[in-house]
């Protein structure tokens, strides 16, 4: 934490990219306690965001008093992101960048600031490139925090969001090369929210044409087993023909073996 403290009492004022998630939401904690009056937080809302996360994102910067603005970001109006490449999350970051420092112009930051921590970098994540080529630091990264330090510490630290788990963008839910609609992300959204409603609070849909494959850790398959009437009813509702439980459970970046075939 030593080396974090310091980077954070010496800015000058700073814009954190916010998600709610574990890793940004300890990061504007932290700079919350340390220099509150030179923090502001943007979250940048459009359909790739659950509208849970949302909400959530917002009740856990009001608990923390954390100044949050929620800035619309009209990535579906870019045609090359809708299509869908593997550097999907490239572009959407590049594109998010200029909205995060028109931001911290406004308000006056020096800096534009991320969650990205060291277990990132085990991923692919191209959108940290991008991120790099446009100026946007990454303190938790050169203080060489890990996931589970940011996790260990925060629940140390007695911060209720200890064990969260991460969240992705509903993008990650289709395969590379499909083009990325309102609809099918909204559609992907409401298959997860009825399936967290159900009492599975780590769960992934992923989509392939009318296939919905669904994610849960192993100790959750028997139990959606047992509900498979029901949801597979409500797969169908969605437009989802078929819908299959994956045997290798909840995996990140599940959809990334696809780039071999690109």
């Excluded at 916010?18 to 940004?24: A, K, N, Q």
Aim: charged content about 30%; proline content about 5%; aromatic content about 10%.
């Amino acid at each position: 934490m030593h080396a974090l403290i310091k980077y954070l009492r010496g800015s000058r004022g700073m814009v954190i990219s916010y998600s709610g998630g574990l890793d940004s939401t300890f990061l504007a904690a932290v700079a919350q306690e340390l220099i509150p009056g030179l923090t502001r937080c943007v979250l940048l809302d459009s359909p790739l965001v659950p509208r849970r996360t949302i909400d959530e994102a917002e009740s856990r910067a009001a608990y923390f008093k954390i100044r949050c603005e929620i800035v619309p970001f009209p990535i579906l109006g870019d045609e090359e992101f809708k299509k869908n490449p593997i550097a999907r999350c490239y572009i959407c970051k590049k594109r998010a960048a200029a909205v995060l420092w028109k931001k911290a112009a406004q308000y006056g930051m020096n800096d534009v600031v991320d969650g990205v921590n060291c277990s990132d970098y085990k991923e692919f994540r191209p959108g940290i490139r991008a991120a790099d080529e446009e100026g946007i630091i990454h303190p938790l990264a050169e203080c060489r925090f890990t996931k589970p330090m940011i996790r260990a510490i925060s629940k140390e630290r007695g911060y209720p969001f200890w064990d969260l788990t991460s969240a992705p963008c509903l993008a990650t839910r289709i395969p590379y090369g499909h083009e990325i609609t309102k609809d099918l992300l909204e559609r992907i959204e409401y298959a997860e929210d009825f399936l967290i409603d159900s009492g599975f609070y780590q769960v992934r849909v992923r989509t392939h044409g009318n296939l919905a494959r669904i994610e849960v850790p192993e100790s959750d398959m028997p139990r959606l087993l047992g509900d498979r009437d029901k949801i597979t009813c409500r797969m169908r509702e969605l437009g989802f023909l078929y819908c299959t439980l994956d045997l290798e459970g909840i995996q990140s970046g599940s959809m990334d073996r696809e780039i071999a075939l690109f």
